[in-house]
T-cell receptor, first 113, second 114 residues
Framework: DGGITQSPKYLFRKEGQNVTLSCEQN?????MYWYRQDPGQGLRLIYY???????QKGDIAEGYSVSREKKESFPLTVTSAQKNPTAFYLC????????????FGQGTRLTVV | AQSVTQLDSHVSVSEGTPVLLRCNYS??????LFWYVQHPNKGLQLLLK??????LVKGINGFEAEFKKSETSFHLTKPSAHMSDAAEYFC????????????FGQGTRLTINP
């Protein structure tokens, strides 16, 4: 089945550690996105990629990094520089950036203790 | 720059009564507009989308939305609420000529009373 897969579903890390969230899609989509969701704040864009080997900062990129070495993969690293990393992280993809519907993964809930 | 305002953070209706979730948008160009639904601890699912075709858009699960350019609105409606409709709903805008990224509203939590 085609879809977008995020792993793991739940992740616990100690403060000061970097952690990488996985996102894989087999939809042959060019564009991929990472969003952060906090209660009462909707979804905020962290990074997005319109094509392989290219990505742009979103609205809240500080403390995060990404790579797009393969079309199907867009991992997100939450670094120790991110001041408040505990959140629900959602990955999405679309055929092309912007004006087409996005397909979402099931999310990763990151808790930093 | 485009933006989205969902006018209600929480809507509560009784089962079997109509649902209205309000959304206003701001866009420099011709927008694409979407409604997504999110059940607890899940990803988002597309309900419906407007991309400059018919102004009344029908989606899944009996939902529909009407694009009104003069009012810059894209309200989501359903004639009769079902318990399974309880979820968070997001209105989303994207410019066809702009920054090519989706902008989300703050979300509206829909509660269905038995």
């Amino acid at each position: 089945d085609g879809g977008i897969t995020q792993s793991p579903k739940y992740l616990f890390r100690k403060e000061g550690q970097n952690v990488t969230l996985s996102c894989e899609q087999n939809l042959n989509h060019d564009a991929m996105y990472w969003y952060r969701q906090d209660p009462g704040q909707g979804l905020r864009l962290i990074y997005y990629s319109q094509i392989v080997n290219d990505f742009q900062k979103g609205d809240i990129a500080e403390g995060y990094s990404v790579s797009r070495e393969k079309k199907e993969s867009f991992p997100l690293t939450v670094t120790s520089a991110q001041k408040n990393p505990t959140a629900f992280y959602l990955c999405a993809s679309s055929i092309k950036a912007g004006n087409t519907e996005a397909f979402f993964g099931q999310g990763t809930r990151l808790t930093v203790v | 720059a485009q933006s989205v305002t969902q006018l209600d953070s929480h809507v509560s209706v009784s089962e079997g009564t109509p649902v209205l979730l309000r959304c206003n948008y701001s866009s420099s160009y011709s927008p694409s507009l979407f409604w997504y639904v999110q059940h607890p601890n899940k990803g988002l699912q597309l309900l419906l989308k407007y991309t400059s075709a018919a102004t009344l858009v029908k989606g899944i699960n009996g939902f529909e939305a009407e694009f009104k350019k003069s009012e810059t609105s894209f309200h989501l409606t359903k004639p009769s609420a079902h318990m399974s409709d309880a979820a968070e709903y997001f209105c989303v805008v994207s410019d066809l000529q702009g920054a090519q990224k989706l902008v989300f509203g703050q979300g509206t939590r829909l509660t269905i009373n038995p």
